[in-house]
């Protein structure tokens, strides 16, 4: 086993620059297991990071070990404030949470009750998804909370409920579309609503060695962005035609798609951009690169900043 010699807790373990590379992280990071996993466990992990960081690693502390506290930290705690998270939350949960609510959408899609009860479910799921995941260097009152919840809710309420109906006569391939439609049209709302205040306020931008350089709304309608692309991007395969057909073959105990599904799609939807996102100076707001240039000339071209999951 390799022994601990100038090891960087915080260096990327593969590159992320590249599609695989990324993938490969989140593979790591949103793995299932880890959601089975006590508070006294996780802290334990994040004690190791911590004591990492610090400069004071325990003896005889290997290579391995780092990189398994380094994977349990970074599938419970927040990137920006290091706090551990609900679980609901983290993109750990994503496959067991994301594979039961999925296939009862897919399963009860029939009728209007069914339809509002488990999207109001899917939405509410989404919401402490969202708020979870967000770029915690932004506050969030408890009254925008609620609003951005009923909001979302709603969109995907009033969008699932008006094409059910619009679709009772059209073929049942169409009519199994709703769902992700519906999730779709919700993530678009539920996503800039639970982060409304990075939209309205900006989210803080740093050069590439993390020094703060202002805080920037072009950034965050940029983060936020890809994350709704990537989110509807995590949805779309597992609320196909043939999902649906393999999620009822799962209730016969047949099948585990849906599940294998997910697995493969929360890592490679999550890989699509990367987390920490860049921006060119030239494209942020005027007084800021205005200010940028002002202090450091043409040696900043690019900041950086988490766009959040």
Known sequence: MAVLDGFDIDAPRWDQSTFMGRLKHFFNITDCRTALLSASRLDEAKAIVDSCRAGSIPPGTTVEQMHYAKKLYDSAFHPDSGDRM??????????????????????????????????????????????????????????QIGVAYVTATSTALATAVGLNLYTKKAPPLVARWVPFVAVAAANCVNIPMMRQQEVLNGIAVTDENGNKLGHSTKAAVKGITQVVISRVTMAAPGMSKYTEIQWRRLVLRESHAPGLCLIFMVPAACSLFPQRCSMAVSKLEPDLRESINSQYGDRISHVYFNKGL
């Open 86 to 143: 609900n679980l609901i939350g983290r993109m750990s949960f994503q496959v067991p949470g994301g594979m039961a609510i999925t296939g009862f959408m897919l399963q009860f899609y029939r009728t209007v009750p069914a339809v509002v009860f488990w999207q109001w479910v899917n939405q509410s799921f989404n919401a402490l998804v969202n708020y979870t995941n967000r770029n915690a260097a932004s506050p969030i009152t408890t009254k």
